[in-house]
């Protein structure tokens, strides 16, 4: 059977996703788990978004366990909710040091932050709650030695915007403002369908895999030409589902050859693939193909997208 060829360039499923959960949930038990935690919870698992939540009320020992470590490495979404007594629990710390270090790691995962009833300020600058909990750490066995990493991880961490509730919001309206967000941002990369074990599709895909490069800075541009009906579009969905994961957002784009040099076609074109990487803003939708191209140029240039372009067939589409 013939295989598509692959062409790259660059300037300057088969494959399943690497997440066994959208959501880590990092909490203080003690302030929020049969509440804030609890509500935050079941809206996110009723909007079918996979969250981990430890449900071991038991005392806790002085280490973090190893399923948690792992829980946080196979989380898309680590969701930390500073509360009073956060910083009171070396075990929270530990998370946060672990959630921290696995976004360094891996460019992919994201934070996202819940001050529950506390300034995020005091958090940043551990004042109040936060600065009398480091200080009850201090000189302890086995805790002297990580103190200064919290308290870097705190700074650091708090840099970050979040959702801050107060006592005058309303918190199903602040838990429904947060769940809108994290499932937009679970669905930023769906896997497409791709018919199970067909001959000789994994090579091709690590092939590609590595002209793309993935990681780098550059730009790269694969092409992936041949014959109709010897599976361009089956490698290009595959491809995609492999490494999708790795970028800010992406898209998979059909391109219907027939109907592409008609005005309004391209312009639905552009006004999909900013939805699709935009989140479906109505605000940014275009309507010629001049203030489209500007538009993706402008509010592309720095993110890190994956696009894939199905169905070109001429260089000046």
């Known amino acids: 059977m013939a295989l598509p060829t692959i062409s790259s360039s660059s300037s300057s499923s088969s494959d399943t996703s690497p997440w066994c959960y959208d959501v880590f949930l990092s909490f203080r038990g003690k302030d929020t788990r049969n509440t804030f935690t609890a509500h935050l919870y079941r809206a996110l698992t009723q909007k079918g978004i996979r969250t981990f939540l430890d449900k071991d009320e038991l005392?806790?020992?002085?280490e973090i366990s190893p399923a948690l470590l792992e829980a946080i490495e196979?989380?898309?979404?680590s969701i930390i909710v500073f509360s009073k007594n956060y910083a009171s629990s070396t075990w929270c710390l530990d998370e946060l040091l672990k959630i921290l270090d696995q976004c360094k790691e891996?460019?992919?995962?994201?934070?996202l932050l819940v001050f529950y009833h506390v300034d995020p300020s005091d958090v940043r600058h551990q004042r109040k709650s936060f600065g009398k909990a480091l200080a009850k750490h201090a000189g302890k066995l086995n805790v002297d030695m990580k103190l200064q990493l919290w308290k870097e991880a705190l700074r650091e961490v708090a840099q970050l915007s979040g959702y801050h509730l107060t006592r005058k919001?309303?918190?199903?309206?602040?838990?429904?403002n947060i769940v809108q967000d994290v499932s937009r941002m679970a669905n930023d990369h769906l896997y497409l369908h791709v018919a199970e074990h067909p001959v000789g599709l994994k090579p091709r895909v690590e092939d590609v895999k590595l002209h793309l490069s993935v990681g780098t800075k550059d730009t790269r541009m694969i092409g992936i030409f041949g014959v109709g009906g010897i599976g361009k579009t089956t490698l290009a969905k595959a491809i995609y589902n492999s490494i999708a994961f790795q970028f800010e957002t992406s898209c998979f784009l059909p391109i219907?050859?027939?109907?592409w040099n008609q005005v309004n076609r391209l312009v639905?074109?552009?006004?999909?693939l900013l939805s699709k990487i935009l989140g479906g803003c109505r605000s940014l939708e275009v309507d010629n193909i001049d203030t489209g191209i500007h538009m993706i140029k402008r509010r592309l240039h720095s993110k890190r997208v994956l696009l894939i372009l199905d169905g070109v067939d001429h260089l000046d589409q």
């Open 74 to 77: 196979v989380s898309r979404i």
């Open 106 to 111: 891996s460019m992919q995962q994201r934070v």
């Open 59 to 62: 005392i806790r020992g002085d």
């Open 268 to 272: 639905q074109l552009q006004n999909t």
């Open 256 to 259: 219907d050859s027939d109907t």
């Open 169 to 176: 919001r309303n918190e199903s309206n602040f838990i429904e």
